[in-house]
């Protein structure tokens, strides 16, 4: 399936020079950050892989990122990814006391971590679960990569970045003592 889904991306780039101007760009940079490596073809580490298809999405209306890349792991192989994979407890508070909040202090701050998902980097022992198949040329051979970083469009992405930062003031608050109550 994910290389069947490569496949019709490769040719929706080659319609579109912008799209896929941009989609090389995310690539790109997703090898830079080290957010993802280049699987060996010998690498036979893992005795399981999952490759995850995944596709644009484009948003002209933002002034940051007009083309997202999303990772679909509820895509149906027998069963999907999403399925087998524990989505981990709520560790949010519910929209209604965020809504509530807003309604008891006089000044409201609201902040934005950049590519959070990014910003935690996964167990070695899972990325063979996050595995994708990409290149730069449709010349060359496909070639197989694996996601570093925790993925979004995995159902327990959003617990695993809200737990890491409940975890990181645990473990660093006393050094932030201002910031601690808002983590």
């Not at 994708?132 to 010349?139: L, N, S, T, V």
């Not at 060359?140 to 003031?169: C, D, H, I, K």
Request: net charge neutral; hydrophobic share 40%; charged share 25%.
């Amino acid at each position: 399936m994910a290389l069947h889904r490569f496949n019709l991306l490769e040719r929706l780039l080659s319609r579109n020079p912008e799209l896929k101007e941009e989609y090389h760009k995310f690539v790109a940079e997703y090898l830079s950050l080290g957010h993802m490596r280049r699987v060996r073809a010998d690498d036979d580490s893992h005795s399981y892989a999952y490759y995850l298809p995944y596709h644009p999405v484009v948003k002209e209306s933002s002034k940051t990122t007009k083309v997202r890349v999303i990772f679909d792991a509820s895509v149906k192989t027998g069963f999907s990814q999403n399925e087998a994979l524990l989505v981990g407890p709520v560790v949010q508070d519910d929209l209604l006391s965020i809504i509530l909040r807003f309604r008891t202090f006089p000044v409201a701050l609201v902040g934005y971590i950049a590519k959070m998902y990014r910003q935690v980097l996964g167990q070695p022992d899972d990325t063979a679960c996050q595995r994708i198949m990409w290149r730069f040329d449709p010349a060359a051979p496909v070639e197989r990569y694996e996601l570093q970083m925790v993925t979004y469009g995995l159902s327990p992405s959003s617990f695993l970045v809200n737990r890491t930062l409940q975890q990181l003031a645990a473990d660093e608050g006393d050094s932030y003592p201002l910031e601690k109550p808002a983590l």
